[in-house]
């Protein structure tokens, strides 16, 4: 497995089934998450007033396998299906988690619209190649992905959604260099929100131990949390306003993206 199309091959056929961390890791990496069209303008305003946890990528055009942005899908010549070249799909309805698959094909409506959120593993590649390789990388872990007290600015339907962060921890005399990093990608959360125990605090998270997605990262005496916006967040909105939404939303499995055909240089020289 060389490039993202012979990845995403796998999860076609449903022989990779978990996270993506640290799979193909120059690659960008983005979220998902498929709605009923009558609320597809709600999200993308989101996702628009909320770069940071939302940082809309594409959406699609009609189909499972054109987006809107047709770099993404002619990159490679390869293309993809958002229904099943993901490693796992949770299926919503109600607000409500009903299903975990490795396809969601039996879903799919033709008026649905998927979107491709920005992923933070799209620039752990980064973070390796400066000698600073993240924890949950190391250790072959999905990283660790909290709930905050933090809210979104409203869009629509999508009221009084919170923020869910990711955490990697780093030796505080990192924190300068991690932070410069990561800021130069935008459109993949870019920098941390906060970091330390006190960052945890004013997040509103509680227990460092207990992740409510991913894996638990044991924190050592001389490292400080360091939190990132995550694109879990459009799950954690999807439960809070779910019983308005008619029909099933379809989302990856925390962890669990699409391997997208362009480095985080060549994507982002298109915008």
Not at 216 to 236: K, S
Request: charged share 25%.
């Amino acid at each position: 497995m060389s490039i993202p199309a012979d990845f995403r091959l796998l999860c076609r056929r449903e022989k990779f089934t978990s996270h993506t961390s640290g799979i193909l890791p120059n690659y960008m990496q983005a979220n998902l998450l498929i709605l009923p069209g009558e609320v597809a303008n709600d999200f993308e305003r989101l996702c628009f007033r909320n770069p940071v946890p939302c940082p809309l990528l594409a959406k699609t055009k009609g189909s499972f396998d054109k987006l809107d942005n047709d770099f993404l899908i002619n990159h490679s010549g390869q293309g993809f299906d958002i229904r099943t070249d993901i490693p796992k799909y949770h299926i919503f309805r109600g607000g409500r988690l009903i299903e975990k698959s490795n396809n969601c094909k039996v879903y799919w409506r033709d008026d649905y619209v998927g979107f491709l959120i920005g992923c933070s593993y799209s620039f752990e590649g980064a973070l390796i190649n400066a000698g600073l390789q993240p924890k949950n990388s190391i250790l072959g872990k999905n990283v660790s992905m909290y709930k905050t007290k933090r809210y979104m600015d409203a869009s629509g339907i999508f009221a009084k959604c919170p923020y869910v962060v990711s955490m990697r921890p780093y030796k505080e005399k990192d924190l300068g260099a991690v932070r410069s990093i990561t800021s130069e990608y935008k459109l993949t959360h870019g920098e941390p929100i906060d970091w330390g125990f006190d960052g945890a605090i004013r997040l509103g998270i509680s227990d460092l131990n207990t992740p409510e997605y991913g894996d638990a990262i044991d924190i050592e005496d001389d490292e400080i949390p360091i939190f990132w916006g995550c694109g879990v967040t459009p799950h954690l909105a999807v439960e809070t306003v779910g019983h308005l939404i008619r029909g099933y939303v379809i989302t990856h499995a925390p962890g669990c993206m699409l391997l997208l055909d362009a480095t985080y240089k060549e994507f982002s020289a298109t915008c």
